[in-house]
Every structure is written in C-alpha cells, then in structure tokens.
C-alpha cells in the first residue's frame, strides 16, 4: 500500500470498469515534466513506501532540474521483467539455485519466486544451419530441439515450478517484436490498480517497447533476478533529451535510413546513461512501427531509453494487434487523465534539445563494424574502397584493381583485389573477391516488427524476379521474421513465392544472423575465403555489426533496410554502387538498376493496407503459451526445487552461493592484482561474453570434448549459458579481441605472469594458476567499456575468472553495473588519463586501497591506486548509488537479494 503522502490515490472510470489510480497533477511541478519522468513520477507515487520510497523522492522529480548533472537516487519498481532464452536460461538457473541455498540456510524455498509477472521468450537459439530451400525453416527447428533439449526441459520446469512465470516455445517469433504485438499492455491493471506498464528486460533492445510508449530498458540478467524477485532498480533521476521530430521521410526512404540517422546524431552528440524522448509535430507523421524501430536503437545511441509518448497512433497499433477494446479505451482515457497524452505543439523541460528534419533523411547504410558509422548509400561503393584496406595485408598493394581517379584520394590509388575462383558442389564455377557479399540476411527485432520494409523487401524480391534476377551463387541468403504474422501477410499478398525465388526462404522465427547464429557458409565459400584470406562481406537487417559477431569467416559487416539486403544479394559485392551500376541484366540482355526493382510508396501501403489485419495477430497469439506438440512432448521433472543432472553440459548448479552465510564478510582492499587483459576503446560485452560458435581448440571446446561432447554438437555460447563451466571458458574469448598485453594475438589470449616471463597463454588458463596462487586480477581498458548488449556474463565470467577491479577511462550503463552485481569493483581513470598516459603496460602488480571505506556505510569518491613500478593514481569508483554498495558489500546483488528475503 502506498503512502499515499500527496493525497494522489484516486478512481479512474472507463466503460463498465473502475481502476484505482494514482494522480500526477497532486505534485507540483508535473505538468512541465517530459513523458518519461512523468512515469518514473507516478511509479514512486504508487510504491511509497516511507523508507526506500519517501514523499522527499517524489519531490525531487516534481522538482526535477533539467540542467542538473543526475544527483538524486530513486528506486524504480517496474511492472514486469521480459527475458530472452540466452540470458533468461542463466536467470531461472540462478533462480533455482537460490531455492537450494535459501533452504540450506534454514529459509523457504518458496519464497523464491517471481514477484513481478516475468515472461521469457525463446528466440536467441535457432540457427541459420540450412538456407535456401522450402525445408529450411522445419530442419532447423529439428536442429535446435536436438541441440536444446536440456535447456528447453528445464525452462518447462521453470514454466511449472515458479509462479508469474510463462515461456513462449521456440518458433513462435523474437522476443522484442513478441513484446510489442502480444505481451506489452501500455497500461497495466493488477490488483485493481492501472498505472503505466513499465519493464526491465534481459536484452538491451527491451527499449524498442518505448515506440509504444512502455518505458523500459536492458538490465543484466542479475538485475533482472532481482527485479523479479521483488528489489526495485536503484538509479539516478536522469537527464532527459529531447529529439524533436518535423517534417515527413521522403519517397524512397525507409525507416532503417532513419534511424541509422538518429543513431549517428545521438552517439555524436551524447547520451550514454540518458533518457531521449521525441516529440513535435513530426512524431505524428512517425508510425508505430518506426516508433519501435527507433526505440529497438537506443542501445546504439548509447542510451537508456528512447520513448515516444501515447497518442492516436499508439491506440491504432493496439487495435491492429488484436488488443481488446477495453484495453484500447483504458490506455486513452489514463494516458489523457495523467497527461500523458502527446501534445504534438508542447515543449517540454528537457536537459537537451536535438532536432532532425525527416524529410532530410537519405538511404543509408552502416558499418563496416559498428552501427554509428553510417554510410550514405550513394557513398558505399567509395567508403568500402578505403575501409577494405584494414582488413587486407600489406602485401596486396601490387595486386589493386583500377578505381576511377575521379575519386576522393584516399582511393584513387585502387582497391585492393585477390580474385578467386570457387567450385560449387554441382560443377560450375565463379569467382570472389574482397568485398563479396556471403551473408544476407533479412533478421532481428529491429526491421522484422516493421510492416512497411518487409513488405518493400518482398517486393523488391517480386520486381527482381520478374526481370530474371536472383542472388549471387555465393550469398548465403536468409529470411528470420520476428513473428508468424510477417509469414502470415506475405503468404496472404501472394509474395513469399517471390522471396523463395530469390533464396529467401524462411529459416526460423528468431534472431539468427544478428547475434552470432548465421550458420555456416557454404563450404566452399569458407574455403576459399579462408584459404586466401578474402575480406569479405554480410549484409543484414540488424542492430549489430560488431567484428566477429555475425559469421567467423567474415571480416566486414554492414547494417541496411531488408529492401537493401535483398538488392545487395543480388548485385553480390560491395564494390558495386547499387545507386548507379546494374544489378544484373533481364531476359532481353538489358540492364536492371536498382531505380527498376525499387518500390513505390503507394505499392507498399497499399500491401500493407489489405494483407495485414487484426486476425492474423489474434491467430498467432491466442495459445502463444502453449507451443507445438514438440514443446508439450519435453519431459520434465517435479518439485519446486531442480533435479540437477551431473552430466548435463548445458545446465549445471553455478557455484555464486557456496560457502555463504547469512552476515556479509567485511570489504578488503584489493593488493598484489595481476592484470588479465589491457584492453583498447570500444570493447564491447560481444568482446567480452562469450557468443557464437565454439572452437575445438580453445578451453570450451577442449572442456566439451573432455565430456564426450562430439565437434558438430559443440552448440553456440549463447545455448550453453547454463553451464558456467563453458562461460567462464569463453570469457575475453572472442577472435577479434586484442590483449595489448599479448601484442600480435587475436582472441583469448593473455601472458601468465606466474610462469616465469610471462609466455602468451589462453585467458581462462592463466586465470585458473592465478587462482590456484591466490593472486586476484584487474582488467585495464579504454573508453566506452561494455559498450553493446546487456550481457549479464560479461560480468559473471569477468568475476568467476578472479577478476576483483576493472580500471577504464569510460563505461556504459548495464556492464558497469553488472559488475557491482558480481562484486567486481569498477574504476575510472583520472580525468585526463589513460593507461598509456600513466605509462602502464598491464606488466605490473596493482594495489588498491580506501576499499575497507565501504564498511562504514560510505562510499569513497576515489581509492588510491598503486603499482610495483612507482605508478600512483586516485582511481573515481564507480558504484554511483546507495543501493550499488550494498550489492557490493554483500558480494553481489544476488547474496543481497537472498538474505533480504530469508529475513521477511
């Protein structure tokens, strides 16, 4: 029961219903406040509580200062927490270890359990493994039950043992665009109550569910464990930017162009740890689902969210996805009663302002390795000729092909070219080079949830056809929607034929491509791309083009609009200029430019219009929890507490509560660390977590195979997420990693000081004789450290490999507050300094000491850092709230969650 301290408690009538209510306008000072604070304003109204909640928090957001730098602590309790199978699979692990340990320190075992509805969609396991074929989509169904059993047997367990909790099966759709069609409900009703629906989710795309206007971001899974279980989100009251929109995106455009416009302004500008919120009179002229393509970005922007408030739209997209009209007519009635309504002409206090013209935007593409570095498509040909030079050795000067001087200087001298021939299985030949497209894949959240590309790609795909074109023989070409529905209104137009005849045959309902699970390349692509060292290509629908992310035989990466994807497995290359060069040629001989298989505008609303209705969304969500008879034929065990199977390499009891007690052990200073890994700027969780597949020559292929666990069913990372045995093996692990500290390796590797001079050694092996002499360790790094998804491994693998400090010049949200979640301590750099500055080389023997400050219940602005070599600096700690130093204190927010409920 709230406090209720402003007198706000109040009863909202709509229809037949009533709903208790909490009133903004009772606190002065929320009228002027932005949308997303107005939510974060009504949730401390709801949970006040007098202690952790206090008529003063509430205050401090009525009287927010928008040009304040974030100060003022709040407890953010959300309605829900949303998961998806690679980080949730960790989540219920822990969930069911916590019953054992609760019961082993005298407690009810029952008492674990979720709080807060919490909802895990299983999507991040399928593999693109077959392609190109009608059969694609059942094979790779097979594949992932037979790679998945263990841990779909034990997500069924956790559908039965845990209240709150459902799991939509496998081959159902992706979790983002499952959240914005099904499970999100705008305003949530319970216990009588409405108020905002509002979540944390196990992703860091979880904010594509701001585009309806739900506020929500990603969290770790640890903090998603504790969200679960009951503990408010401990954070800042933040800044918030608003990005006023005007105008109309102009013909020929498409909502990937705008948000990789978006997503270039706001990282230039700034807005790491950040609210952003639209408004204006152009958010009108923004659909629903660009609002959410938009939204899904915030991580690439850098910040928390990116929120478009309610309005005519919003309730447009409800009815078209089969919510009831109660539901539509709560969602109105609350959302004009709070002020939550957009008000197109109102401007609101923000921090900061941006604005961008819509009608400005141009087709566009990014990469080649991150989503910021955008591209307009007319330059693409031209910024390949200069970025392809990073990817190619030294010795290819002498073999360039000819590029036009007419260019800019930096490729005027040429590009460099190996040209080679390939034989595929039925005989016939062709030939590649740098720069040819392998990979293109229509995949992820961020474009399937998006009518409107989709139905432009599928008719790109039907013009293609109809002038004789398909794709390249050496494009593994891929189509994995975010839900049934996408399959539903091509088949219902008459256009999956086209995008069959392409090679885009349906492959599954879940990321693939865009995480790591592009399957392998033919076998004589990756042949003859690893043979001759190629630096070739993947073109994707997705949010993240990281190296080493998308496929291990592919060096560069490129992000485009599904349209885009199709053109580009047809012209095969990225040395082609797809706005001015052939594509290929018709059945007369004729050349076909891009111009001749593009769209129009009225074409695409007008598929849109009459193949996509609210029955389709009714048809595929009205048993969505149920999942086929595949799913319902999984045996499972009973009880509320986990039969753990010894053997099992997929799911294995973690070892975060062994030997705890129920009094915390006192905060030590940190003295004779070694450092594992001297990291560069932007290393991201992908760097970091272990993702995609797994090698037989690295720590967890060697632990598989030790466990009779043959190559071919080594799985991914992600599916193994389970078992930290495997993680904490894959930790620092990825091929495109550069420890400066091993100079000249690429991927997990490190120098092991215990061993005399320090030989070149695999991470987890270094870190095990580390362990074993008792030596703790410390990662030093650059900027924009954990950069990327909320992988909640990056922490726990950084943790469990003896890792006790991280020194960076910069983080981003979630990793850093991982780590204070697995008792990681983590430190900034001097303002100004750098390791190089400071002239570290990762050689040392670090101390740190001011730690033992916490136990007095403060946290000290800084500690003293000190090296064997006369290095000394006040290194900034980084736990910037109350609430993160007592999951510090405790050990980890999980050993502080488990002793608050044993103590209720």
């Known amino acids: 029961m709230s406090a209720n301290s402003f007198d706000a408690r109040s009863t909202l009538r709509v229809g037949d219903e009533s709903y208790e209510i909490f009133k903004l306008d009772k606190v002065e000072g929320s009228a002027r406040l932005p949308y997303s604070l107005k939510v974060l304003l009504e949730n401390l109204l709801r949970t006040e509580d007098g202690a952790n909640i206090t008529a003063d928090h509430i205050r401090a957001i009525g009287g927010w200062d928008s040009q304040a730098q974030p100060s003022q602590e709040i407890q953010f309790t959300p309605a829900r927490v949303i998961m998806q199978d690679f980080t949730g699979v960790p989540c219920v692990v822990d969930l069911a270890t916590m019953r054992e340990a609760v019961k082993e320190l005298g407690g009810d075992p029952a008492k674990i359990n979720p709080l807060a509805p919490a909802e895990l969609v299983i999507d991040h396991s399928v593999i693109a493994d077959k392609f190109g074929t009608k059969e694609a989509f059942g094979q790779n169904v097979e594949l992932e039950y ?17 209240d709150e909790f459902k799991v939509v099966p496998p081959g159902t759709g992706i979790v983002h665009q499952v959240n914005i069609e099904h499970l999100a409900r705008t305003v949530m009703v319970r216990n009588g109550q409405a108020y905002p629906d509002t979540l944390v989710g196990t992703d860091s795309h979880t904010t594509m569910v701001n585009g309806l206007g739900v506020l929500g971001w990603g969290v770790g899974g640890i903090e998603a464990e504790a969200a679960m279980l009951g503990q408010p989100v401990s954070m800042l009251i933040p800044r918030v930017v608003g990005f006023k929109l005007t105008g109309e995106l102009p013909a020929g455009t498409t909502a990937t162009d ?3 416009t978006i997503t270039e302004m706001l990282r230039k500008h700034g807005v790491v740890g950040k609210f952003v919120e639209f ?22 922007f850098g910040s928390t969210a990116a929120i478009f408030p309610i309005d005519d739209e919003t309730l447009k997209y409800l009815r078209l996805t089969g919510r009831d009209e109660q539901q539509v007519a709560l969602v109105e009635a609350y959302a004009k009663e709070q002020g939550l309504w957009l008000d197109p002409a109102a401007e609101p206090d923000f921090s900061e302002k941006l604005e961008l013209d819509l009608s400005t935007v141009v087709p566009s593409i990014a990469g080649p390795k991150r989503p910021q570095d955008r591209i307009v498509l007319a330059n693409a040909k031209e910024q390949f000729a200069r970025d392809v030079r990073n990817y190619v050795s030294d010795d290819e000067e002498a073999g360039k092909e000819s590029f036009p001087a007419s260019d800019s200087p930096a490729s005027s001298n040429g590009v460099p070219s190996k040209p080679t021939t390939v034989t595929a299985p039925d005989g016939s030949t062709y030939e590649i080079d740098h720069g040819a497209v392998t990979v293109a894949a229509i995949t992820s959240c961020t474009n399937t949830s998006n009518p409107y590309v989709m139905v432009a790609a599928a008719l790109v795909a039907k013009k293609a056809v109809e002038k004789g074109l398909t794709r390249k023989p050496w494009v593994k070409t891929t189509l994995a929607p975010g839900s049934k529905v996408v399959t539903d209104y091509f088949d219902k137009a008459g256009l999956t034929p086209y995008l ?3 090679g885009f045959n349906l492959v599954g309902y879940g990321c693939t ?11 004589e692509v990756s042949k003859a791309v690893n043979e001759n060292d190629l630096a070739v290509t993947s073109v994707l629908s997705g949010n993240r083009n990281f190296e080493g992310r998308i ?17 580009y497995a047809i012209a095969g290359s990225m040395k082609v200029d797809i706005t001015k060069d052939a594509l290929g040629v018709d059945q007369d001989g004729k050349p076909v430019y891009l111009t001749d298989i593009w769209p129009s505008e009225a074409e695409v609303n007008d598929v849109v219009a009459n193949a996509i209705g609210e029955d389709m969304f009714n048809k595929s969500y009205q048993d969505v929890f149920a999942g086929d008879a595949q799913w319902q034929a999984l045996s499972i065990p009973t009880g509320n507490t986990f039969e753990w199977d010894s053997e099992s390499t997929y799911v294995r009891k973690p070892p975060y509560f062994e030997g705890m007690t129920m009094e915390t052990t006192p905060v030590e200073d940190i003295t004779g660390a070694r450092v594992l890994a001297k990291l560069g700027d932007s290393v991201t969780t992908d760097h970091i977590s272990p993702a995609g597949a797994i090698k037989a020559d690295t720590p967890a292929g060697k632990y598989l195979t030790e466990h009779g666990i043959e190559r071919r069913d080594f799985n991914s990372y992600g599916s193994r997420r389970g078992n930290h045995e495997v993680m904490i093996r894959g930790t620092f692990a990825n091929i495109r990693l ?24 695999f991470i987890y092996d270094a870190s095990q004789n580390y362990q074993a002499a008792g030596t703790p360790l410390a990662i030093l790094a650059g900027k924009e450290y954990g950069s990327g998804s909320s992988r909640d491994w990056a922490a726990k693998g950084t943790a469990l490999l003896g890792v006790k400090a991280v020194i960076a010049e910069s983080y981003e949200r979630i990793h850093r507050s991982n780590l204070i979640g697995m008792g990681v301590l983590p430190l900034q750099f001097p303002e100004g300094q750098t390791a190089e500055t400071l002239g570290l080389t990762g050689e040392e023997t670090f101390s740190f000491t001011g730690v033992t400050e916490l136990n007095n219940g403060t946290t000290p602005r800084t500690v003293k850092v000190t090296t064997d070599t006369g290095v000394e600096f006040d290194g900034v700690v980084r736990i910037d709230t109350p609430g993160e130093a007592d999951y510090y204190r405790n050990g980890g927010i999980l050993q502080y969650v488990l002793r608050s409920l044993i103590r209720k």
Do not use: H
């Open 738 to 761: 550069r420890n400066q500290i091993a100079p000249g390796t690429e991927g997990g590797y490190t120098r092991d000081f215990t061993q005399g001079d320090g030989p070149v050694s």
């Open 513 to 523: 491509t865009c995480i790591g699970n592009s399957g392998p390349l033919p076998e």
């Open 146 to 162: 037979g790679r998945n059993k263990e841990r779909y047997q034990f997500l069924r367990w956790g559908q039965t043992a845990f």
């Open 279 to 300: 408004y204006g009179e152009g958010v009108a002229a923004t659909s629903l689902a660009n609002r959410a393509t938009i939204g899904n970005m915030s991580p690439e």
């Open 551 to 567: 496929n291990p035989d592919v060096k560069m990466n490129y992000l485009a609009s599904p349209p885009l994807v199709v053109a």
């Open 258 to 260: 705008l948000v990789l």
């Open 500 to 502: 069959d005849k392409v």
